[in-house]
């Protein structure tokens, strides 16, 4: 399968900015996704940007693309406890029917 | 998640022991398929379906069967269950939406094989 890539752990205060980035390896990928998964839980779809697009801004959440050097962000401004969970980003390619996933990033808000 | 209905929520299988978890979704969307979730690893594809009628293999279909009868339905059978098998199951359904092409997932299954 691709390779989907985001470091494990991130730990933030409560009104700091985090950011989580993701690094793909399939350049036909077509949307990129970030998906949140509190415990216990199933997966959330946050916000997910095409490819030939750069940024794209949804309220708290930010999204960078660097289509040259294939890295994805997420930057949740004003981070809450609420915020605490894991992300996942994903890639799909062309064909839409499959969904690639990173092992997901465990964001840790501090009060 | 907005459409996507999974059951049961919880499941302890006897190794041998055979199941089928079942996915719903009322988004009229083309494309289904079954994950499965192990720590550490995110997640992986089990099988997929690009319409009724149509199924194809993921990364890790070995010990699971699926079939798509209706657009809507899109079952996930365990022929004969396994310890390895014990994992967390999430259906998903996609296509076209508002903005973009869209995939929402199920609640999750959560399975122990003893």
């Known amino acids: 399968g691709e390779d989907v890539e985001q470091s494990l752990f991130l730990s933030v205060r409560e009104g700091d900015s985090s950011v989580i980035n993701c690094t793909y390896t399939d350049s036909s990928s077509t949307y990129l996704y970030w998906y949140k998964q509190e415990p216990g839980a199933g997966l959330q779809l946050l916000t997910y940007?095409?490819?030939?697009?750069d940024m794209k801004q949804d309220q708290r959440l930010t999204v960078l693309l660097n289509k040259k050097d294939k890295h994805l962000s997420l930057r949740i401004a004003d981070t809450q406890t609420g915020d605490s969970a894991i992300y996942f980003c994903a890639e799909s390619l062309y064909n839409f029917n499959k969904f690639y996933f990173g092992s997901g990033t465990k964001l840790n808000v501090k009060p | 998640n907005a459409g996507v209905t999974q059951t049961p929520k919880f499941q302890v299988l006897k190794t041998g022991q055979s199941m089928t978890l079942q996915c719903a979704q009322d988004m009229n969307h083309e494309y289904m398929s079954w994950y499965r979730q192990d720590p550490g690893m995110g997640l992986r594809l089990i099988h997929y379906?690009?319409?009724?009628?149509?199924?194809d293999q993921g990364e890790v279909p070995n010990g699971y069967n699926v079939s798509r009868s209706t657009t809507e339905d899109f079952p996930l059978r365990l022929l004969s269950a396994a310890p390895s098998q014990t994992s967390v199951y999430f259906c998903a359904s996609s296509g076209r939406g508002t903005g973009g092409f869209e995939a929402f997932f199920g609640q999750g299954t959560r399975l122990t094989v003893v």
């Open positions: 379906s690009v319409g009724a009628g149509i199924t």
């Open positions: 940007i095409f490819s030939n697009m």
